[in-house]
């Protein structure tokens, strides 16, 4: 079963126990709402909260990636650590609406900053052959964390939010530990010509094309955050539903991504990426046909599986597209059009949802789907040519 992880470097299995590290410091966001009511923030402050969190999101990954190829992966994952955990801190404290809004957009951003880095940093360590097996474990290991701080999380909540905050700092911390101690970084082409900014990736049509497939993809990935909760509500059922629908998930990948990582390793990568999509989006307009915690459970099920087979897959192909001079904004561009459609799933999709009706949220997920599928196997043998062209040179 990690038949596909076996043999891969130090520093990509470093990378895998620091992202479980980081990951089950990840406790406050999810309880952001509740803190800031706590705080006697509500309504239109807490939007203006929220909203520069998101808003963070858009704007750490480009930093990351320019930061990654100008100054290396190694200090670009210290600053982004380091700031963060500041940032946590200053959330705690903040007197009021304006300092809490700066401070979480100081915190989405610095920390979105670290995974161009660390996604740069393991495609300089891993073949292009081995790329999709080193991304494929670096999720599992978010997915470990993530899994472990859902329980941790209400548990420190009711003992008090302190806790969260406490728990995020020194995981954050404990992280940039292991960066800046166990973490080797090779040495790193330098291309000026290409100059420090985006310029390398925009000139690229081809990547372009396959990160606006991928980000459709993403979007309606991305609607499982907001579609079950929303549709789990209208059915009269209670939130701890959508918390056991939140656990089929988080058990079903972390039991089963090695499994399916190392049966799907000897396939095409683009046709299972293509599959997964078309998995993935048809769980999430299945949510629209459940009435009872049976026919969710189905549909997270379906979700899910798609979910485990598309893993590692973008980020490597993503990957073997970049020069290596130009990885850090590669990855950063992917990792901000994953921002961009998460933003988007949670604006749109609320939008669409309320404003126009479930049925169209469902149907929009469907086709956007299957199109963005058709779109990637379309786009394959065009990229087959240039990996195949790159590799040979």
Request: charged share 10%.
């Amino acid at each position: 079963m990690f038949s596909t992880f076996r043999g891969l470097p130090p520093t990509v299995w470093t990378v895998f126990a620091g992202s479980i590290v980081n990951r089950i410091g990840y406790l406050v966001t999810p309880f952001l709402v509740f803190f800031l009511a706590d705080r006697g923030v509500t309504g239109a402050g807490a939007s203006y909260v929220l909203g520069a969190l998101g808003a963070g999101n858009l704007l750490g990954p480009a930093l990351g990636g320019v930061l990654a190829d100008r100054f290396g992966r190694r200090p670009t994952m210290l600053l982004g650590l380091t700031a963060a955990s500041t940032a946590q801190g200053a959330l705690f404290v903040a007197p009021g609406v304006v300092t809490m809004a700066a401070a979480a957009l100081l915190l989405s951003a610095a920390g979105a900053v670290v995974a161009p880095a660390a996604y740069a940093l393991m495609a300089d360590t891993v073949d292009a052959g081995r790329r999709r097996g080193a991304y494929a474990l670096f999720g599992w290991g978010v997915n470990i964390g993530t899994a472990v701080a859902g329980v941790l999380g209400g548990f420190l909540a009711e003992r008090g939010y302190w806790l969260l905050f406490a728990v995020d700092i020194g995981s954050m911390l404990v992280y940039a530990a292991i960066v800046a101690t166990r973490l080797a970084e090779p040495p790193r082409t330098v291309k000026a010509a290409d100059g420090a900014g985006y310029g390398v990736v925009l000139r690229d049509r081809l990547a372009l094309l396959l990160l606006a497939v991928l980000g459709a993809q993403l979007f309606v990935y991305s609607l499982t955050e907001v579609a079950l909760p929303l549709a789990v509500r209208d059915s009269g059922l209670s939130p701890a539903v959508y918390g056991a629908m939140a656990a089929v998930n988080a058990v079903l990948v972390v039991a089963l991504q090695p499994l399916a990582t190392a049966r799907l390793a000897g396939l095409p990568q683009l046709p299972v990426q293509a599959a997964g999509g078309v998995l993935v989006a048809a769980g999430v307009a299945l949510t629209g046909l459940a009435d009872g915690v049976v026919g969710y459970a189905l549909s997270v099920v379906v979700w899910s599986v798609g979910e485990l087979v598309v893993a590692g897959i973008a980020a490597a192909v993503v990957a073997n597209l970049a020069p290596a001079h130009a990885r850090g904004r590669y990855q950063g561009a992917y990792s901000w059009v994953w921002g961009t459609a998460r933003f988007a799933a949670l604006t749109l999709g609320v939008a669409v949802y309320t404003g126009l009706s479930p049925a169209a949220l469902w149907w929009t997920a469907l086709t956007v789907g299957l199109a963005a599928s058709a779109s990637l196997l379309s786009l394959t043998p065009r990229i087959t040519t240039r990996l195949t062209h790159d590799l040979a040179a």
